[in-house]
């Protein structure tokens, strides 16, 4: 059974600093995915990774992928209170022709001025 | 009009009744996914269907039942609704074969078992 663990579950961080949180999943997997939610509202997608060393920007979050590791990072640099939101992982995987996605318990990313 | 519509987007119910939630996409996926969300435990699948002859069960499937009425529609029911079913409730949709690997989610239903 695929297992999605991700740390911290919570994360209250300074303006300006920089932080990472952890994705890590039990079994291999196809493609692994952040997503960001704003409270009440739906999943906004952020990054979907698709090979072993993939690595993604947009703006002040880098996300990147060690399939050997079956680790995942997600990267904030010089945060703003903008970002504050939940963060989840979610791990693909194919099992005879079937494809699920498994989520992490969520990163709530709190910023502070 | 959103991608992936939930309807309704909030409900209080009373233990025992019988609710259907439901789910229509204009993204002309094959793919639909229910999950719940609980606080601290992330999204978790419940049912998803993959064309429309094509249902089966996710990780916590009991006390709930689908419908696939067509391509753009996908139906949650709780047949008898309970206090611990009190979640928020998100469709998605997919298609691989489309080339695009993301997943599209609903804007979720609140629902709550009093």
């Known amino acids: 059974e695929l297992k999605v663990e991700q740390n911290p579950l919570f994360l209250s961080m300074q303006e300006g600093k920089n932080y990472t949180i952890y994705c890590n999943y039990s079994?291999?997997?196809?493609?692994l995915y952040w997503y960001r939610q704003d409270p009440g509202k739906s999943l906004e997608s952020l990054f979907v990774?698709?090979?072993?060393?993939a690595v993604k920007q947009e703006g002040r979050l880098m996300a990147s992928l060690d399939t050997k590791a079956r680790l995942s990072t997600l990267h904030i640099t010089a945060a703003v209170h903008d970002l504050s939101a939940t963060y989840f992982c979610a791990v693909s995987r194919r099992n005879f022709g079937n494809e699920k996605l498994t989520f992490g318990t969520g990163t709530r990313l709190t910023i502070i001025p | 009009d959103a991608d992936v519509t939930q309807t309704p987007r909030n409900r209080i119910t009373k233990t025992g009744k019988r609710i259907m939630l439901e789910c229509s996409q204009t993204?002309?996926?094959?793919?639909m996914y229910w999950y719940r969300q609980d606080p601290g435990l992330g999204l978790r699948l419940i049912y998803y269907s993959f064309d429309v002859k094509d249902i089966n069960k996710g990780e916590i499937s009991d006390g709930y039942s689908v419908s696939r009425q067509a391509q753009a529609k996908f139906s949650l029911s709780l047949e008898s609704a309970i206090p611990n079913q009190t979640a928020l409730y998100f469709c998605?949709?997919?298609?691989?074969?489309?080339?695009?690997?993301?997943?599209?989610f609903g804007s979720g239903t609140r629902l709550t078992v009093v």
């Open positions: 079994t291999t997997s196809d493609r």
């Open positions: 990774l698709l090979s072993n060393g």
């Open positions: 998605a949709t997919s298609d691989p074969g489309q080339g695009d690997y993301g997943y599209t």
């Open positions: 993204k002309g996926h094959d793919r």
